[in-house]
């Protein structure tokens, strides 16, 4: 009797049962906050995460799928305590509920700290914190780049202390600077500041200003991300970091080039006060003065010390001013000459260029070397009249002036007999004796009557000058003259005659 009611149980499926569970479980459990530590940890090629999160008396599956994992911001390992938020599901397929992660933050403060010692090791490993990366500050930049929040305190101390220091152009990059899109937006921020290119329409910064007041390490956390990190490490403009109070910590101070403990502190590293310059370059100026004026003073006295013992302007350039009249007289004088220089030169060249000339410098030639053959007569004479004491044999010097004679004399006639062999082959002399030179238009002497074609011009050179001529028709060869039959004396010019009467 007592098996009659199981009987009236509804029969389910394996699958049907399964899917009840999985309604009732999500049903009871669609958004849970659970705290624990984490144990194996598997990073999925697909990109999703598993891992077992547990405590000291249980272990329950968890999933972060791949739509979540980019909101995840700490690196999941081992041993770390966290807090996870999201819902429990069913894994139908090995009969397994586990947790399905929405958001994962560490547990506790001292998780937090734990993991921000092991980033700081890493980035410091990397050398993103070097004294040797840092770049200088610039003394006074035109233009301050500010990238914090618009709407809180931090932005208007900073603008109202750069006013009363020194007023700079101000350009502000709007941020968050808490929130899960806080660090993106920050390093976005300081690479788009860096991007700007120089010229363009938006000022490029001289200096960067990245601010946030004071609060939790949680609030603060954005600024210790390794993209904000890495960002301000890369960053070719100098950069100062003013987050949170003086004694709040971020690992963007290490990354930065210089740290402020506050906002205001920042504005005040940026810039210098602008009345104190104006104090000190008014004192440094007065100081250069002064200082100019002795220098001056000094001067004048070792100059006039000096100018005692020197000639006065005047009587250094009296002899310098004597000499230029001289020759400014003389300049014209002196123009007119070397021009006649010159046009007689110019009269001498252009007389060599004609046969004329050549003839001319040929007879010149000629009576220097009469003239140098005298000399040489007379110098040797000259020359045996000194030496006739040293010898005592006057008869050989006697023999030798007759030979000397007898030489130039021979001398003087093969001068005269070049000169009537020159004369002779010349073709003027055959000019001379009613022959023309005939040459074409290019100035080339023409051999034969062959070489002349009709309308042709030509250049015909008698002895006394040139004409120019057009022949009328082509050059035919003259035909040979035909030999004249010799003639008989005492007889008829026809027949041949008879031997025999």
Request: aromatic share 6%; proline share 5%.
């Amino acid at each position: 009797m007592t098996d009659a009611p199981l009987l009236n149980v509804v029969e389910l499926s394996v699958s049907e049962l399964s899917n009840a569970l999985k309604r009732a479980i999500e049903d009871g459990f669609d958004h849970v906050r659970v705290r624990g530590e984490l144990g194996k940890v598997s990073y999925h090629s697909n990109g999703h995460i598993y891992f077992d999160l547990k405590d000291d008396r249980a272990c329950i599956a968890g999933v972060i799928w791949r739509s979540a994992a980019p909101r995840i911001k700490l690196k999941l390992e081992t041993g770390l305590e966290v807090v996870a938020t999201g819902r429990i599901t069913t894994y139908q397929a090995r009969s397994q509920y586990q947790l399905v992660v929405e958001t994962l933050e560490p547990a506790g403060l001292g998780a937090l700290m734990a993991l921000l010692e092991e980033r700081k090791k890493k980035l410091a490993t990397e050398g993103l914190f070097d004294e040797a990366r840092k770049q200088l500050l610039p003394f006074l930049p035109n233009v301050i780049g500010v990238i914090t929040s618009p709407t809180g305190a931090v932005i208007r101390d900073i603008l109202h202390r750069l006013s009363d220091r020194f007023p700079r152009h101000v350009l502000v990059w709007p941020v968050r600077v808490q929130g899960d899109t806080s660090a993106g937006e920050v390093a976005n921020a300081i690479r788009g500041f860096n991007a700007i290119p120089e010229g363009s329409r938006i000022p490029r910064p001289d200096l960067l200003i990245v601010a946030r007041g004071g609060g939790s390490l949680e609030d603060l956390w954005s600024f210790n991300e390794e993209i904000v990190v890495r960002a301000a490490a890369e960053s070719i403009i100098p950069l100062i970091s003013a987050v949170g109070h003086e004694t709040d910590i971020t690992l963007i101070d290490f990354a930065s080039d210089r740290r402020a403990p506050t906002p205001t502190a920042a504005a005040e590293i940026a810039v210098p006060v602008r009345a104190e310059l104006i104090g000190q370059v008014g004192t440094l100026g007065a100081r250069q003065l002064a200082s100019w004026q002795r220098g001056i003073d000094q001067r004048r006295k070792e100059l006039r010390a000096l100018s005692r013992g020197l000639p006065t302007a005047e009587r250094l350039f009296e002899a310098r001013r004597q000499r230029l009249d001289s020759l400014a007289e003389r300049l014209p004088q002196a123009l007119r000459s070397s021009a006649h220089q010159h046009e007689r030169r110019y009269a001498r060249i252009a007389a060599r260029m004609s046969p004329q000339a050549l003839h001319a410098h040929l007879r010149i030639e000629r009576s220097r070397l009469r003239v140098a053959s005298e000399r040489g007569l007379v110098a040797f004479r000259s020359l045996v009249e000194r030496r006739r004491d040293r010898y005592v044999a006057l008869a050989f010097a006697q023999r030798a002036s007759a030979a000397f004679e007898r030489h130039f004399s021979r001398l003087d006639e093969r001068i005269e007999r070049a000169d009537r062999l020159l004369e002779a082959y010349s073709y003027q002399s055959v000019l001379k004796r009613g022959f023309a030179l005939v040459r074409d238009d290019r100035g080339a002497p023409l051999h034969s009557a062959a070489a002349v074609s009709g309308g042709m011009r030509l250049d015909l050179e008698f002895a006394d000058g040139r004409v120019g001529a057009i022949a009328e028709g082509a050059g035919v060869p003259k035909p040979p003259r035909p030999p004249r039959a010799r003639r008989r004396r005492g007889g008829s010019d026809e027949g041949q005659g008879n031997l025999f009467g």
